[in-house]
């Protein structure tokens, strides 16, 4: 092995932290990484990236510096109720995601986040479904078209924007599943039926719905509040959130993750071409490891557990999980969703996108109501400064 680069125990090692925390600063282009010659199946990390790294977390910092940290994976930016992560278990309210999963639909969800019961029996809501051949356009141009004629959050009640957020819900449902029925059925059996699935898989997409629906300060989530706290319509919030969530190191990032396990499921040559042909994606990008579940990702193990999962999908995952020397997250567990019921390839993104638009209501709606305008200052570094 080459003196200029380390693996991944020693980077660890020389760094002081564990191997989900070294996917992390990989992902944010902290630290160049290529795959072993002698082994595609193992990462080698550039020793002077690391040894640089190292130096760095060694050097009292100022307290701009822990400010631009903070939006990294650092610390809390903004106080919320809506969710958060302690302790490795996700809190949807004051209830772990996975418990709230275990009986509730998205909707019930949404009643629990949004503090507003959200009617089950509303009458249906014809929309005109926006033109576009995926889900993802079909869902830009929805949340645009309500955008530009919907109007400022500011000033309107709790109950109205729950009102909104359920209609929204509802529309967005229809716009990417191309179905302009208006439905009042919840989320989860409007796509089994879209998808033709039986109890089984219907019941395996409305735990996968409820898991994802929130995920504490995450780059979505952000995007929906700096627009919500400008007092923009929540169409508008929507929106910034959805395309926000379309970016591949986001949401995005289930073609990657879909891909990774589709190679797996095709045996050692095809899962060691795929490392081979991508060496510039972590084990974060498709699907394994999270920096705030050093022990793994409990949404992952609730989905990946559930009676119904292919044994060939189980192996597939493991076998990716022993290579990268990190647990599956959300994605994968969504990627393997897909193909344990022959979803469409898009199926991950639109279960990920449906289910986080209710999150994105509840915190526009915090945002909203806190009567803050979430406006960071920039360090300029266009001029030479002094100090800090």
Same mark, same amino acid.
């Given at each position: 092995? $080459?003196?200029?680069?380390? /693996? #991944? ?8 932290? %564990?191997?989900? !925390?070294?996917?992390? @600063? +990989? $992902? ?12 595609? &199946? ?24 822990? =400010? ?14 809506? $969710? ?6 996700? @809190? ?9 999963? %275990? ?5 019930? #969800? ?5 503090? +507003? ?8 809501? &014809?929309?005109? +479904? ?6 993802? /356009? ?9 955008? =530009? ?20 819900? &509802? ?10 029925? *208006? ?24 735990? #996968? ?11 979505? !989530? ?9 007092? *923009? ?10 395309? /926000? ?16 396990? !589709?190679?797996?499921? *095709?045996?050692? /040559? ?9 060496? $510039?994606?972590?084990? @974060? ?7 705030? @579940? ?92 002094? *100090?800090?």
């Amino acid at each position: 092995m $080459s003196q200029d680069w380390l /693996t #991944a125990e020693d980077a660890c090692k020389t760094l002081g932290v %564990r191997s989900q !925390t070294l996917y992390a @600063y +990989v $992902s944010r282009k902290l630290l160049r990484s290529r795959h072993d010659e002698a082994d595609p &199946r193992r990462k080698l990390y550039l020793r002077a990236d690391v040894e640089e790294l190292a130096q760095k977390h060694r050097r009292p910092r100022g307290r701009s510096a822990v =400010a631009a940290n903070a939006i990294r994976w650092g610390e809390p930016l903004l106080t919320t109720r809506i $969710s958060g992560v302690k302790d490795g278990v996700l @809190y949807l309210g004051s209830v772990p995601a996975v418990e709230l999963a %275990r009986t509730a639909t998205l909707e019930d #969800a949404a009643s629990h986040l949004w503090g +507003v019961k959200i009617a089950v029996d509303a009458p249906t809501l &014809r929309a005109r +479904v926006p033109s576009g051949r995926t889900a993802l /356009t079909r869902g830009l141009l929805c949340l645009a078209h309500e955008a =530009a004629t919907s109007p400022p959050m500011q000033g309107r009640s709790r109950d109205a924007l729950a009102l909104d957020g359920a209609r929204l819900l &509802r529309i967005v449902v229809g716009a990417m599943l191309n179905d302009a029925s *208006g439905s009042a059925s919840p989320s989860h059996v409007r796509l089994a039926s879209g998808w033709k699935l039986k109890s089984q898989g219907a019941e395996a997409v409305r735990m #996968a719905l409820v898991l994802i629906c929130d995920h504490e300060l995450n780059p979505s !989530t952000f995007a929906v509040r700096v627009c919500a706290s400008t007092g *923009g319509s929540l169409a508008a919030a929507l929106l910034a959130g959805l395309a /926000t969530l379309s970016g591949p190191r986001h949401g995005g990032a289930a073609a990657n993750t879909l891909n990774a396990l !589709t190679a797996s499921l *095709g045996g050692n /040559t095809s899962r060691n071409a795929f490392l081979t042909a991508n060496p $510039s994606l972590t084990p @974060y990008d498709y699907g394994f490891g999270h920096p705030l @579940y050093p022990n793994g990702d409990p949404r992952a193990a609730a989905l990946l557990n559930l009676p119904g999962s292919q044994a060939a999908v189980r192996r597939a995952v493991e076998q990716l999980a022993i290579l990268t020397g990190a647990a599956p997250n959300i994605d994968m567990a969504l990627a393997a969703l897909a193909k344990t019921y022959a979803l469409p390839s898009d199926a991950p993104f639109i279960i990920f996108a449906i289910g986080r638009l209710v999150g994105w209501v509840a915190h526009a709606i915090e945002q909203i109501e806190s009567r803050q305008m979430i406006r960071p200052r920039a360090h300029f570094v266009g001029v030479e400064t002094q *100090g800090e």
